[in-house]
């Protein structure tokens, strides 16, 4: 099908993409990963964003948070919606499968003034948590889907926070939902939705299915339409709305180890030149940066155990040994940290076989559901114990 360009909206005053008040000028967003998505990380991105191209655009999205688990003030949740001062819009997303919890957590939203933007997470393929009808279970219940969004909204009746909702294609090729969920969601005062073009059945295995966000964005026409799979490079999400015609981009693993990616994608996006990938002596001053971020955040401790996975992906490709990957795999300390990046060749161009998938990959898989889960798609009993009490994923 065909669309507009996506670089048009940078000659124009308008928004590159706007969500209820929400105004972005780069129609991209961080999709929210557990144990990344930070404010440390989210921190990164948004400075190098503002580095290399003047100016921070997209939407940066905290890791989910569990809606019982914040109303219930657990520690580490209420940890993971720190934000830094200079962050803006806040966006936070939520995991829920009760109507009730959704409530009273996007109430707790809006009165205590933790947030700016609401997301919703339907798309969670996880095993442990299918099994109870959660994640991407839910809006095979239709009914039980359309309560929950419904109470996100009338949550935030009368602000300026809108609510945003995240799903799948569908459990697996024999059970699509997303084009009732969209509907749904829109109906029900969500101001955008997004897909990630996979069934939870593919898990994040093999290919996007573009199509669909197209199909998606056919069906639902009062509220942005978001695409969200195998966006690696800024060149992808330039096709990738082109041939779906969607108003935005989600992106998700293609970041990890590449923080500077969300300036690219900006620079594209608007028909600007894109800044240069980095060479090894910049991304090994990133990775420093991000361990202070991280220790800042989490104390040096747990910030160093932090770092560590992701010194794995920012090194993806480059010609560093064995033993200093293995040594900063064991990393203690920023000092520590500081001292072993410092011997990377620092004039290695970042490499060819650096780009691609990224992160968790696996295989398909049926989806763990309840027993009798797909009897009745009207049914809108909440799930026993798909309320998660831990964030994050």
Known sequence: MSAPDPRAASTTGDAALRIGSIELSSPVVLAPMAGVTNVAFRTLCRELELARTGTVSGLYVCEMV????????????????????????????????????????????????????????FGCPVPKVTRKGGGSAI?????????????????????????????????DDEHHTHLDAGRIAAEEGAKAVALHAR?????????????????LKEHVTSVPVLGNGDIFEPSDAVEMMRRTGCDGVVIGRGCLGRPWLFAELAAELNGVTAPEAPDLGEVAQIIVRHGQLLAAHHGEMKGMR???KHVAWYLRGFPVGSDLRQRMALVSTVDELRELVGSLPADAPFPRDGHGPRGRQGSPAQVALPHGWLDDPEEDVVPDGA?????GG
């Open 66 to 121: 569990t809606a019982r688990a914040l109303v219930e003030r657990h520690p580490a949740t209420m940890h993971m919606t720190t934000f830094a001062p200079e962050e803006s819009p806040r966006s936070m997303q939520l995991y829920t499968v009760d109507p009730e919890n959704t409530y009273a957590a996007a109430k707790m939203i809006v009165d205590e003034d933790l947030a700016d933007h609401i997301d919703m997470n």
């Open 139 to 171: 809006p095979y219940k239709r009914t039980l889907f359309r309560k929950i969004v419904a109470a996100a909204v009338r949550a935030t009746e009368g602000t300026d926070i809108p609510v945003t909702v995240k799903f799948r294609i569908g459990i």
């Open 199 to 215: 069934t939870a059945s593919q898990r994040y295995s093999g290919t996007a299915d573009w199509d669909e966000i197209a199909r």
């Open 306 to 308: 932090e770092i560590r």
């Open 387 to 391: 309320e998660i009490m831990h964030s």
